[in-house]
């Protein structure tokens, strides 16, 4: 059974205590990061993305990640420091967990639910199989930074495939189109 979206506690990267709830009144992109990633070169886009939307009452939530070919084994301060030094990343971050499996965290079990289907899904899992790796069922999360778009009530509207840049006229649309609409 899947929480309420607004109830599901998080931890921040620096261990404090949070909610989803606290981020209400927002429009959200929630993102499964990883720090020794092909694709991690896109936090530089999304720290871009951020910062030319979050005064519209835009924020991304980063949850590093380590489900994926062991692409973040990091602790919480090696990838803080990490996305602050390398990427100069001011979105909030949050501690380490898991996107998919048995031990999948509360969060990503809701998004999943609540959206199945990813825009731009096909050629990463192609390229993926074609390495042979095994991508998941439908409505898991394939790979490292796949998105997830929440309105301003926290209601899955949209998600995106990793290799959807942040730049993607799809994923830049959605969310313009989200911070027009008032909660």
């Keep these: 059974m899947t929480q309420k979206l607004s ?9 404090s205590a949070t909610t ?3 981020f209400r009144g ?3 992109l929630v993102v499964n990061v990883a720090s020794k990633c092909g694709l991690t070169p896109q936090y530089e886009g999304l720290e871009r993305l951020y910062e030319t939307k979050r005064q519209q009452g835009f924020e991304i939530l980063g949850f590093p990640c380590n489900d994926f070919a062991g692409q973040e084994p990091g602790t919480e301060a090696q990838i803080a ?3 602050s030094t390398s990427y100069q990343v001011q979105f909030p971050l949050f501690s380490k967990i898991a996107v998919k499996g048995e031990r999948q965290h509360p969060l990503y079990r809701s998004l999943t639910a609540a959206k ?4 731009g899904e096909g050629p990463m ?6 390495y042979g790796i095994e991508t998941g069922g439908p409505g898991e999360v394939l790979w490292n930074f796949e998105k997830f778009l929440l309105d301003r009530n926290l209601n899955v509207v949209a998600r995106f495939a990793p290799d959807v840049a942040p730049d993607d006229p799809r994923l830049v649309s959605a969310v313009d189109r989200e911070l027009g609409q008032k909660a």
């Design 116 to 119: 199945a289907d990813a825009t």
């Design 7 to 15: 109830d599901v506690a998080l931890n921040r990267i620096d261990g």
């Design 125 to 130: 899992r192609e390229r993926l199989k074609g």
């Design 81 to 83: 420091s990490f996305c």
């Design 26 to 28: 927002k429009v959200l």
């Design 20 to 22: 989803l709830g606290a």
